[in-house]
C-alpha cells in the first residue's frame, strides 16, 4: 500500500521569513508522523532558504519513520548525507532562482556526475533515489547510475487543468512506472500534488510513497496538521 512521505520544507519557509525560532519543522515533522505519515522530506538547499543543518541533525535523531533528504548531486551534500545518514537520498536539480524545483534531474546530461554520487551514498548505506521527469530515456539513464528507486517529477500532470492532458500526462507517469519496476526500480513520485489531483494518480498503482509538502501545509494552517496530514493519508490509501 502506498505510503505518504511528508515534505516539511514550508514549516522552514515560514520560519526563515521572520528570522525567528517558530515554526519549527522539527515539531511538524514529529506531528506529521503521529497523524500517519509514513516518512519525512526535507530538501537541504545549497543556499539554506528554508531547512538548516540543525534541522536535518534533529530531524534525523528523532525521526520514527523514514528520513528523505532532497539534496543536489555537490561534494558537499554527499559529504553531509554520509555524515547524517538519511534512510534515503533523493538526487533533485537545484537552481538558486527557482521558488521550487521546477524539473526532474537529467540524469543523461549528467550521467558520470550523478553516477558518483549514487555509488558513494550507496556505499555509505544509504537508499538513493533520482527525481525524474516520466522520460522512458530517462529513467534507463537513472537505471545505469545504479540507484535504488526514480521519484517521478509530477509537475506536468498537477499543472494541467485540462482532463485531456491530464490523462496524457497519466499515460506518461503509468508508463514511467511499468519500465522502472521492469529494471527493478522502486517507485516514488511527488510535485505539485494536491487533496484533489492525488485521486487519480494514486488509482493507478505501482507508486510506493508520495511526497507532498505544500499542500498539506497549506490545509494545516487552516485546519491543524493532524487532520491536513490524516487527510491526505486516508485519500492516497484507499483510491
Do not use: C
Not at 68 to 80: D, F, G, K, P
Not at 144 to 156: F, L, M, P, Q, R
Amino acid at each position: 500500500m502506498a505510503k505518504l512521505g511528508l515534505n516539511v520544507d514550508h514549516v522552514a519557509t515560514l520560519r526563515q521569513a521572520r528570522g525567528g525560532v517558530e515554526p519549527d519543522p522539527v515539531t511538524a515533522a514529529a506531528m506529521g508522523e503521529l497523524a500517519g505519515a509514513e516518512g519525512i522530506t526535507i530538501h537541504l538547499r545549497e543556499d539554506r532558504r528554508h531547512i538548516q543543518d540543525r534541522d536535518l541533525e534533529l530531524i534525523r535523531r528523532t525521526v520514527k519513520t523514514k528520513l528523505n533528504l532532497e539534496m543536489a548531486a555537490t561534494q558537499e551534500m554527499v559529504r553531509i548525507a554520509l555524515k547524517v545518514k538519511p534512510d534515503q537520498v533523493t538526487l533533485v536539480p537545484e537552481k538558486r532562482q527557482e521558488l521550487t524545483t521546477e524539473g526532474g534531474l537529467d540524469v543523461i546530461l549528467n550521467q558520470k556526475l550523478v553516477a558518483d554520487a549514487v555509488k558513494r551514498l550507496r556505499d555509505g548505506g544509504i537508499t538513493v533515489s533520482l527525481f525524474v521527469d516520466p522520460s522512458q530515456e530517462q529513467i534507463k539513464a537513472a537505471n545505469k547510475t545504479g540507484a535504488d528507486y526514480i521519484e517521478i517529477h509530477t509537475g506536468a500532470y498537477a499543472e494541467t487543468h485540462s482532463w485531456k492532458n491530464q490523462l496524457q500526462e497519466l499515460e506518461k507517469i503509468d508508463a514511467a512506472i511499468k519500465l522502472a519496476r521492469k529494471v527493478g526500480m522502486g517507485v516514488n513520485a511527488g510535485h505539485g500534488l494536491n487533496y484533489v489531483n492525488i485521486k487519480p494518480l494514486a488509482a493507478i498503482g505501482g507508486i510506493e510513497e508520495y511526497n507532498i509538502g505544500h499542500s498539506i501545509m497549506a490545509r494545516a494552517i487552516l485546519v491543524g496538521m493532524d487532520r491536513a496530514v490524516r487527510d491526505m493519508v486516508e485519500l492516497i490509501k484507499y483510491a
